[in-house]
């Protein structure tokens, strides 16, 4: 063998030291909002969201008003998850089957027509009930839909800040626009909050109109596409794929957890910590900082946000945060742990978007996003239900320790099935720009505050 080469001065001559690369850099919301793709899609479901705002505390109000009992405030509830049970596996297939800007277009145009009809529909229950599920009905074809067009408007390596943008935007509107909301109906009355979703949905299909996405790849002359077969091949591809079964099984603990927690923080508030009702409104206010802050610190601190330990590690911390605020006694240790509870929660449903967006097949995205709201909405009917059983029988903390259990068993079987290779083999690559494009006039061509 030989041995090194030496230098005339006898040193042992080594070639040049190796560099090794940093990470990429992150994109910004700056760079993104420069593309009018994710302007508009951002934009649309930012008004859209304002209105849902408006309409979710309206409703509650208006039908405590009509009925006098949390029992019918909690049948808004249900007739706005029973549209998503039945109809999430058609929506879905619609969703891959046809323009995916056009359903969102007209899933806005329907809700139009449906909040306004709330106007002059107020003072009756019935009323308020049926247009309840038919608004949760319209929106169970356009969540789908939305989700699945934002891989075709921007980068592969983009999907985290751009869903992080639109998630904090959300969180935002929820904070500053509740207590509004609350106002208006107050003081202008429930037909005013009514119209102004309606306005939202309006602005949204407006905004959405010159949005061209993705064509899906079964929208050909030469492929006769049958809905029975679609629903199926798209329930198929979800049992099995390894990546997907552990999300779907996270996600259906982590719903059965946090449909109770969530549904029941006024009663631990009111027996577990004894404040009052400003004071139950700090406790939801630290979990709305919480969420908004999520997404800016991931994209400060985490280099690889759709590693197994980001996606499945968040539902670990919500199981310690709620842990942590079974035993609380008082305000202020309760605040700071719902701070940590909504870091968890935006940051995970952050990555967990974007990990689906990455790793499912543009032709088949749709149907995968809709199994998935399925699975959240059937956990949080079961959770619901069976969360005010165990309060009544082992007391409010027991939920809470129950739901902290169910979310590290979310996060133990995501980390047991899925291996870092898996998410090696989701579908990278920026998305195609030719299959993108904006025309029209610029409703969304403003540069919005984020």
């Given at each position: 063998?030989?041995?090194?080469?030496?230098?005339?001065?006898?040193?042992?001559?080594?070639?040049?030291?190796?560099?090794?690369?940093?990470?990429?850099?992150?994109?910004?919301?700056?760079?993104?909002?420069?593309?009018?793709?994710?302007?508009?899609?951002?934009?649309?479901?930012?008004?859209?969201?304002?209105?849902?705002?408006?309409?979710?505390?309206?409703?509650?109000?208006?039908?405590?008003?009509?009925?006098?009992?949390?029992?019918?405030?909690?049948?808004?509830?249900?007739?706005?998850?029973?549209?998503?049970?039945?109809?999430?596996?058609?929506?879905?297939?619609?969703?891959?089957?046809?323009?995916?800007?056009?359903?969102?277009?007209?899933?806005?145009?329907?809700?139009?027509?449906?909040?306004?009809?709330?106007?002059?529909?107020?003072?009756?229950?019935?009323?308020?009930?049926?247009?309840?599920?038919?608004?949760?009905?319209?929106?169970?074809?356009?969540?789908?839909?939305?989700?699945?067009?934002?891989?075709?408007?921007?980068?592969?390596?983009?999907?985290?800040?751009?869903?992080?943008?639109?998630?904090?935007?959300?969180?935002?509107?929820?904070?500053?626009?509740?207590?509004?909301?609350?106002?208006?109906?107050?003081?202008?009355?429930?037909?005013?909050?009514?119209?102004?979703?309606?306005?939202?949905?309006?602005?949204?299909?407006?905004?959405?109109?010159?949005?061209?996405?993705?064509?899906?790849?079964?929208?050909?002359?030469?492929?006769?596409?049958?809905?029975?077969?679609?629903?199926?091949?798209?329930?198929?591809?979800?049992?099995?794929?390894?990546?997907?079964?552990?999300?779907?099984?996270?996600?259906?603990?982590?719903?059965?957890?946090?449909?109770?927690?969530?549904?029941?923080?006024?009663?631990?508030?009111?027996?577990?910590?004894?404040?009052?009702?400003?004071?139950?409104?700090?406790?939801?206010?630290?979990?709305?900082?919480?969420?908004?802050?999520?997404?800016?610190?991931?994209?400060?601190?985490?280099?690889?946000?759709?590693?197994?330990?980001?996606?499945?590690?968040?539902?670990?911390?919500?199981?310690?945060?709620?842990?942590?605020?079974?035993?609380?006694?008082?305000?202020?240790?309760?605040?700071?742990?719902?701070?940590?509870?909504?870091?968890?929660?935006?940051?995970?449903?952050?990555?967990?978007?974007?990990?689906?967006?990455?790793?499912?097949?543009?032709?088949?995205?749709?149907?995968?996003?809709?199994?998935?709201?399925?699975?959240?909405?059937?956990?949080?009917?079961?959770?619901?239900?069976?969360?005010?059983?165990?309060?009544?029988?082992?007391?409010?903390?027991?939920?809470?320790?129950?739901?902290?259990?169910?979310?590290?068993?979310?996060?133990?079987?995501?980390?047991?099935?899925?291996?870092?290779?898996?998410?090696?083999?989701?579908?990278?690559?920026?998305?195609?720009?030719?299959?993108?494009?904006?025309?029209g006039p610029g409703l969304g061509s403003g540069d919005p505050l984020r």
């Amino acid at each position: 063998m030989r041995g090194p080469s030496r230098s005339c001065d006898g040193g042992k001559k080594y070639g040049p030291p190796i560099v090794r690369p940093g990470p990429p850099p992150r994109p910004s919301y700056r760079q993104l909002f420069r593309q009018p793709g994710y302007r508009r899609l951002w934009t649309a479901r930012t008004v859209s969201q304002w209105g849902d705002v408006f309409n979710f505390v309206a409703l509650a109000l208006l039908v405590f008003k009509l009925t006098g009992t949390g029992l019918g405030v909690s049948g808004v509830v249900v007739a706005e998850i029973a549209p998503v049970l039945l109809l999430a596996p058609v929506a879905g297939a619609v969703a891959d089957r046809f323009r995916r800007v056009d359903v969102m277009v007209g899933a806005d145009i329907v809700r139009v027509a449906l909040a306004l009809l709330l106007i002059p529909g107020q003072s009756n229950a019935a009323a308020v009930y049926a247009l309840a599920f038919a608004m949760s009905a319209a929106a169970a074809f356009f969540n789908p839909a939305a989700s699945s067009t934002l891989p075709a408007l921007v980068g592969d390596d983009e999907l985290v800040t751009a869903n992080g943008g639109i998630w904090t935007a959300a969180v935002v509107s929820q904070i500053a626009l509740a207590p509004v909301a609350a106002a208006v109906a107050a003081t202008l009355g429930f037909g005013v909050a009514f119209g102004v979703n309606a306005a939202s949905f309006a602005v949204s299909a407006l905004v959405l109109r010159g949005l061209r996405g993705e064509q899906p790849p079964d929208r050909t002359a030469t492929t006769r596409w049958r809905w029975r077969t679609a629903v199926r091949d798209g329930a198929r591809h979800l049992a099995r794929d390894r990546l997907l079964r552990a999300l779907a099984g996270a996600q259906l603990l982590a719903a059965l957890s946090a449909g109770a927690t969530s549904a029941l923080l006024v009663v631990f508030a009111k027996e577990g910590l004894h404040v009052s009702t400003g004071q139950y409104g700090l406790l939801v206010g630290g979990i709305g900082i919480g969420a908004a802050t999520g997404p800016l610190l991931l994209r400060r601190f985490v280099h690889q946000p759709r590693r197994p330990a980001v996606v499945f590690g968040a539902f670990a911390v919500r199981g310690g945060v709620d842990l942590a605020l079974a035993p609380a006694r008082s305000l202020a240790p309760a605040v700071t742990v719902l701070v940590a509870y909504g870091i968890g929660t935006s940051t995970g449903s952050v990555t967990f978007n974007s990990l689906v967006q990455a790793a499912v097949p543009a032709e088949l995205r749709g149907r995968v996003f809709a199994a998935f709201d399925l699975l959240w909405q059937l956990g949080r009917l079961l959770s619901v239900a069976a969360g005010g059983l165990v309060a009544d029988a082992l007391g409010v903390r027991a939920v809470y320790y129950l739901g902290g259990l169910l979310l590290l068993a979310a996060a133990l079987l995501g980390l047991g099935q899925v291996r870092a290779g898996d998410l090696g083999t989701a579908r990278g690559g920026p998305a195609r720009r030719d299959e993108v494009d904006d025309d029209g006039p610029g409703l969304g061509s403003g540069d919005p505050l984020r």
